[in-house]
Every structure is written in structure tokens, then in C-alpha cells.
T-cell receptor, first 113, second 114 residues
Framework: KQEVTQIPAALSVPEGENLVLNCSFT??????LQWFRQDPGKGLTSLLL?????REQTSGRLNASLDKSSGRSTLYIAASQPGDSATYLC????????????FGTGTRLQVFP | NAGVTQTPKFRVLKTGQSMTLLCAQD?????MYWYRQDPGMGLRLIHY???????AKGEVPDGYNVSRLKKQNFLLGLESAAPSQTSVYFC?????????????FGPGTRLTVL
């Protein structure tokens, strides 16, 4: 059974720092991996989607990498800002059932001025 | 485009009452999903649909029913609410294309069952 883990559960950093969020999965048979952002009391917003054949994706100050063989993905946030404060979730789509996403429990990020 | 919308935003029920949550999307997506989010558990898939008139069970389907009579709408029903169904419910939709399966989420419905 696929399990998705995100460590740490919470992170607090000063503004301007570069930071890395981690996502681990137990079954390397994934179709793609997606990173989401969730603001308090709101729904999820998709940030980046990496197909299993890709190594990384970039969008602005965000860079997500994928290492299928080791079951790991990282989300790199450059020059963090208070507006980046949110919970970040990763989710994997299984290669043998791409209809569903398996979610991690998230990392709650706080960026203070 | 409104994207994915959910009705209602909040609801309080008593044990045994019934209700229906409505999800609507205007992106002509084939696939729609219902998730619940509980503290420390992440999001878990309740039911999903791969097209109009179809439904399928997810990870935690017990106590819920769904219907997809129109492509743009996906309804989640609770026939006899229980306190264990207190949660935040999210609807999502996607093109369903296996090459690009990004899911778009609604804002959520916060349900409390007393």
C-alpha cells in the first residue's frame, strides 16, 4: 500500500531564507507527483506537477524535484516571504491507478518578517 | 470561470440527519472527486466519478453516497449522519487525461455532526 510522508510537520523560518520541504513515498510505481498549497480554511491550490519521467519542475521561486528510485520529492522555495506561509501537501498518482491521488499529511510553513 | 464551487460552506447536523453536498465545475472536466480532510490524516478519497452517470468507491466510502447525473455536478449524500463524519469535505475535478492529471479543488465544506 502506498504511503506518503512529509517531514517536518511544521517549519518556522525568517523571511528571506531558502528552504526545502520533503515528501517520501513507499511505492516507486508512481505516474506523477503533485505539490499543493493550502491556506487556512481554504481549498488546495496546485503548485507543481512532475511526471514520473521528469526530474524537476520550476515555477517562479518554486522548484520541485523527483527521485523515483529513492521514493523522494523535494519542494525548494527560494527567498521565502511571509505570503508563503501555508500548509504544503504532496500527493502521488499511482501508475496502476491514475484516477486517485494519495496525499501526505502536509508541512505547515510559517515565514516571519 | 468560477472553477470548482461547493455548496454549502458550513453545516451543522444532528446525529441521524441527512444532507447533500453539491459540487459544480465549469471546466468541462470528465473526472470529479470527493475527499475528506481530518487532522493528522491527510486527504482521503471518498468517491469519484470518471464521467457523467458513473461513480466509484474510494478509500473511505462507507456512510456516503454519490451521484453524477450531469457532467458539471457531483453530489455527495449523507443518509444518516454520525459524529465520525465531522470533517472538512473537498470536491475536485480533472480532465482525466492520463498524461496530465492535475486536480483542481473547491474551497471546502466544513461539516459538524453533533
Amino acid at each position: 500500500k502506498q504511503e506518503v510522508t512529509q517531514i517536518p510537520a511544521a517549519l518556522s523560518v525568517p523571511e528571506g531564507e531558502n528552504l526545502v520541504l520533503n515528501c517520501s513515498f513507499t511505492d516507486s510505481a508512481i505516474y506523477n507527483l503533485q505539490w499543493f498549497r493550502q491556506d487556512p480554511g481554504k481549498g488546495l491550490t496546485s503548485l507543481l506537477l512532475i511526471q514520473s519521467s521528469q526530474r524537476e519542475q520550476t515555477s517562479g521561486r518554486l522548484n520541485a524535484s523527483l527521485d523515483k528510485s529513492s521514493g523522494r520529492s523535494t519542494l525548494y522555495i527560494a527567498a521565502s516571504q511571509p505570503g508563503d506561509s501555508a500548509t504544503y501537501l504532496c500527493a502521488v498518482a499511482l501508475s496502476y491507478n491514475t484516477d486517485k491521488l494519495i496525499f501526505g499529511t502536509g508541512t505547515r510553513l510559517q515565514v516571519f518578517p | 470561470n468560477a472553477g470548482v464551487t461547493q455548496t454549502p460552506k458550513f453545516r451543522v447536523l444532528k446525529t441521524g440527519q441527512s444532507m447533500t453536498l453539491l459540487c459544480a465545475q465549469d471546466m468541462n472536466h470528465e473526472y470529479m472527486y470527493w475527499y475528506r480532510q481530518d487532522p493528522g490524516m491527510g486527504l482521503r478519497l471518498i468517491h469519484y466519478s470518471v464521467g457523467e452517470g458513473t461513480t466509484a468507491k474510494g478509500e473511505v466510502p462507507d456512510g456516503y453516497n454519490v451521484s453524477r447525473l450531469k457532467k458539471q455536478n457531483f453530489l455527495l449524500g449523507l443518509e444518516s449522519a454520525a459524529p465520525s463524519q465531522t470533517s472538512v469535505y473537498f470536491c475536485a475535478s480533472s480532465y482525466g487525461d492520463r498524461v496530465y492529471n492535475e486536480q483542481f479543488f473547491g474551497p471546502g465544506t466544513r461539516l459538524t455532526v453533533l
